[in-house]
């Protein structure tokens, strides 16, 4: 499947910076995802946006959705150093294949200290 | 706590064997799930979609032959890897999808190490 892509595709920051990343995507969704994982461990959900939705919003977390545009960000503002992960956004075209998630590239956040 | 499970969390298995994945929805029925492969440093990929009763659909490029899966209830589905080879080294990791509210549930993933 095709993946999409997200930048930056590492980013360091500083305690208590904000921290967005972008993620671009190239078919038609039911919604978008973004998860955060731990070195060599599972995934964590952290939001869901649909498409007929344009900005979410938990906790110290913000999403943005652009269909038009087919592109999301992920805005982590006040960052802790247990934020440092590697975050990916998965689109899910829904119908028949709900369920069925095409990850991005992802972008490997460090939060020094 | 977990709503999927995935078992082995770690395996390593000499070059040639088979070696079977586990992932259980440990709460509900789902008969549809779905397997990734994960190559260090790198992203998700969907390699199958593993459909209770019914043959697992295959991505474009995954050897059917080689990744067997075998979704034989309504809680579990597994993956086995028959004839191992180093380069399918990889953390593999399953997900469910739940009825109500449609909430996509990933298990912890598994570690396999072939030498």
């Given at each position: 499947s095709q993946q999409g892509e997200e930048d930056p595709q590492a980013l360091s920051i500083q305690e208590g910076e904000n921290a967005t990343m972008n993620c671009s995507y190239k078919t038609s969704i039911n919604n978008l995802q973004w998860y955060r994982q731990n070195s060599g461990r599972g995934l964590v959900h952290l939001i869901l946006i649909r498409s007929n939705e344009r900005e979410k919003?938990?906790?110290?977390?913000?999403?943005?959705?652009?269909?038009?545009?087919?592109?999301?960000?992920?805005?982590?503002?006040?960052?802790r150093a247990a934020d440092t992960a590697s975050y990916f956004c998965a689109t899910d075209a829904g119908g028949t294949s709900y369920g069925k998630l095409t990850f991005g590239q992802g972008t490997i956040l460090t939060v020094h200290p | 706590g977990a709503v999927v499970s995935q078992h082995p969390s770690r395996v390593i298995c000499k070059s040639g064997t088979s070696v079977k994945i586990e992932c259980r929805s440990l709460d509900f029925q789902a008969t549809t799930?779905?397997?990734?492969?994960?190559?260090?440093?790198?992203?998700?990929?969907?390699?199958?979609?593993?459909?209770?009763?019914?043959?697992?659909?295959?991505?474009?490029?995954?050897?059917?032959?080689?990744?067997?899966?075998?979704?034989?209830?309504?809680t579990l589905s597994t993956l086995t890897v028959t004839s191992a080879h180093p380069e399918?080294?990889?953390?593999?990791?399953?997900?469910?999808?739940?009825g109500a509210g449609n909430?996509?549930?990933?298990?912890?993933?598994?570690?396999l190490t072939v030498v």
């Open positions: 919003h938990s906790g110290r977390l913000r999403v943005t959705l652009d269909t038009s545009k087919k592109s999301s960000s992920l805005l982590i503002t006040a960052s | 799930m779905f397997w990734y492969r994960q190559f260090p440093k790198q992203s998700l990929m969907l390699m199958a979609t593993s459909n209770e009763g019914s043959k697992a659909t295959y991505e474009q490029g995954v050897e059917k032959d080689k990744f067997l899966i075998n979704h034989a209830s309504l399918d080294s990889s953390f593999y990791i399953c997900s469910a999808v739940r909430t996509i549930y990933f298990g912890e993933g598994s570690w």
